[in-house]
């Protein structure tokens, strides 16, 4: 492909060379360049691309893509076509774009961001649609799926170009409907710059990724980039932050939740059940539409109705709709794995590694224990501190016991880390325990008849980051293991 088809409606500058030149493909990583590709200088927060310039060009490439804050270093002017633009990280995704042959333009896409409720919201919009005979993808955190294909998944949105070769694959597919978890990180890295959303949905915004985003202000302002770009936009009007955006975004929304004054779908009659979920959704036109779901808990609620608004948008029957709801399993999402074992009390593994996550899911399991709350919960390493005490304090106060351990502590040591959390723990009703393993191992060992036992963090994980290194620790495989020993 020539570098000009590369740049079609995006600002550039020739510096040397001609941009009538074919490049073999494009990258931004210096260890995939092979002779006659694009090499992107991207700036990034360990590494800067503008300083692997020489071994890109060892390489063979044919053009070099540089931003205008790279000044006037351009001694190898003449060796190659050297394109300077204002922005890097969006002329990779622009160029991806072009260079996959605008496979969003091919199907419809469903962006869902949000703090929590990415996953299982596109999980469900994956089953609906399936069952309703479209072919569909998914592009999340467990794994990618085109169609019946299993991808694993790096993150919760790939870079640029990963994401549209993705894209480009399920084009070839045929696939209709794609479903696209949308990160904060996308977002404001712009992974996402240029691709068109049919349908954005606004899950909720809660305390996460401070890490990243410098405060709660930029972490919303990096959310709200998705709506700029999506053609009809789902908000969760509850949310104090999802009417915020509405008062940004005056057409073309559709709101929901469970205030009926205030929605165009509204989750009503909700009846908790031990293992399911009976609800009615009412749209602003005085339609009643009664769900059983297979999922548990209101924030789960809040999951379905943007799903079931869109649903009925594009045309699928109410009855697929429920048909989808009672069969919908979200894998590490309260997950009970305890059923096989016959065991006298319930084990449930999910992802919550947030405080709203976290107290969303003891709140619910709170509502159908008979018996007492154990949760075994840590906090990852090199991620948002704030939170820690926060994850603590919640623990200690919905549960009737704790077990604080590690989760993925990364470069940092784990009893720094837990000793984080145990500063925001104001109760007695909590023990130490660093190795992940053995806490589960108590936390199982001590249960009671009708105890329900959560464990938090992880959910569909099936391995811990220590220091240097990746281990496989699947907790179900963790539990089994521990309830065959005697």
């Known amino acids: 492909m020539r570098v000009s088809e590369l740049f079609k409606s995006f600002d550039y500058e020739i510096i040397s060379g001609s941009d009538d030149v074919d490049i073999n493909k494009i990258t931004d990583n210096t260890n995939d360049i092979l002779d006659g590709d694009l090499f992107f ?8 691309g503008h300083n692997f310039i020489d071994l890109a060009l060892s390489k063979g490439v044919k053009a070099i893509v540089v931003d ?13 076509t050297l394109i300077c633009v204002e922005d890097t990280r969006k002329a990779l995704s622009v160029a991806s774009i072009n260079f996959y042959g605008r496979p969003h333009e091919k199907f419809k896409i469903i962006g869902v961001t949000g703090t929590n409720g990415k996953t299982t919201t596109t999980f469900i919009l994956r089953e609906i649609f399936r069952n309703a005979g479209f072919k569909t993808g998914v592009i999340g955190t467990i794994s990618n799926f085109i169609n019946d294909k299993k991808i694993k998944s790096e993150g919760t949105t790939p870079g640029a170009l990963q994401l549209n070769s993705l894209l480009n694959e399920m084009d070839k597919e045929g696939v209709e409907y794609c479903f696209i978890e949308v990160s904060s990180h996308a977002l404001e890295l712009d992974r996402v710059y240029g691709i068109k959303f049919d349908y954005g949905i606004f899950t909720n915004l809660t305390q996460d990724h401070l890490d990243f985003h410098k405060n709660f202000s930029e972490y919303f302002n990096a959310k709200f980039k998705l709506f700029e770009n999506s053609e009809r936009i789902i908000i969760n009007k509850d949310d104090e932050y999802g009417r915020k955006i509405i008062d940004m975004i005056s057409s073309n ?11 165009d779908f509204v989750a009503k009659d909700i009846v908790f059940n031990d293992n399911s979920t009976k609800f009615t959704v009412c749209d602003k036109f005085g339609n009643r539409y009664e769900f059983d779901y297979n999922l548990v808990g ?25 048909e989808s709801l009672k069969n919908i399993f979200v894998v590490g999402r309260l997950e009970n794995v305890s059923k096989k074992y016959g065991l006298d009390c319930d084990i449930y593994l999910d992802y919550a590694h947030t405080p709203d996550g976290l107290k969303n899911c003891l709140s619910t399991l709170r509502n159908i224990s008979k018996g007492r709350i154990i949760c075994v919960v840590g906090c990852g390493g090199d991620r948002d501190k704030e939170k820690r005490p926060q994850i603590g304090k919640i623990a200690s106060e919905l ?25 925001g723990v104001n109760k007695s009703n909590y023990e130490v325990v660093i190795s992940r393993f053995d806490a589960i191992k108590k936390s199982i060992k001590n249960r009671k008849t009708n105890d329900i036992i959560l464990i938090a963090g992880k959910g569909h994980e099936d391995y811990q980051i220590l220091k240097d290194k990746v281990i496989h620790f699947d907790e179900r495989e963790v539990i089994d293991e521990i309830l065959k020993q005697k």
């Open 41 to 48: 200088c991207i700036r990034g927060y360990n590494f800067d």
């Open 68 to 80: 205008s804050n790279y000044g006037s270093r351009f001694d190898f002017v003449g060796s190659v």
């Open 253 to 263: 929304v559709i709101t929901y939740g469970l205030d009926e004054n205030m929605n």
């Open 298 to 322: 209101k924030f789960n609620v809040y999951n379905a109705i943007p799903c079931i608004a869109i649903a009925l948008n594009e045309g699928i029957s109410v009855n697929v709709i429920n």
């Open 399 to 423: 549960s009737d016991y704790v077990y604080i351990t590690s989760d993925n502590p990364r470069s940092e040591d784990p009893e720094s880390i837990i000793n984080d959390i145990v500063a």
